[in-house]
């Protein structure tokens, strides 16, 4: 009967180092799924901003002309392709229009191409403008989802590092059970071998 309490607690114990050891490797093999989480997360969230980053540089360099118009530097304006194609397109017709009345180089000619240049000046300042806030609009949206995207990853990275902290306080509590368990069911079995067989003369 002794040899069966000694083959009992035996067996108890070297149970109780193979819970140990699965314990140790769940959390290991946990620990290694948050760690592939995270990585994927920082990769989605890195493809993400480089997918959107043209949109954002537009609407900085917008809200930089915008900024440059507001204070009184019309460079931008006058310097814009769709500002001066509509310029030079309106000048050719007022000098055709003088042209074949014959006075290509009078006073009224003169007047004419004020005019039309003043008039083209005021429409297109506007569209000019209304543009470039669109396109400011654009790297505003992009920006805040860009915020948005940093906020998500954040929060995910956050919760896959409490859900990691977590599996490894579990591994602990299952060692420390597991090992507890261990030496109760082999104090039990020599215990028992002891009352029953060793402690009688």
Known sequence: ??????????????????????????????????????????????????????????????LGQLSALAGGDFTGFYNSPDYQFTRDQGMQGVDRSAAARGGMYSGGADADRMKFASGLASQEYGNHWNRLAGLANVGQSTASNLASLGQNYANNVSNNLIGAANSRASAYGAKADAWGNALTGAAGAFGYGYGNNWGRS
């Open 1 to 62: 009967m002794s040899w069966v309490a000694v083959g009992v607690g035996g067996a108890t114990l070297i149970k109780g180092a193979m819970d140990n050891k699965a314990a140790g490797k769940a959390a290991s093999a946990q620990q290694k799924g948050y760690d592939a989480a995270t990585a994927e997360q920082a990769r989605q969230y890195d493809q993400s901003r480089e997918d959107q980053k043209p949109w954002l540089q537009a609407g900085q360099s917008a």
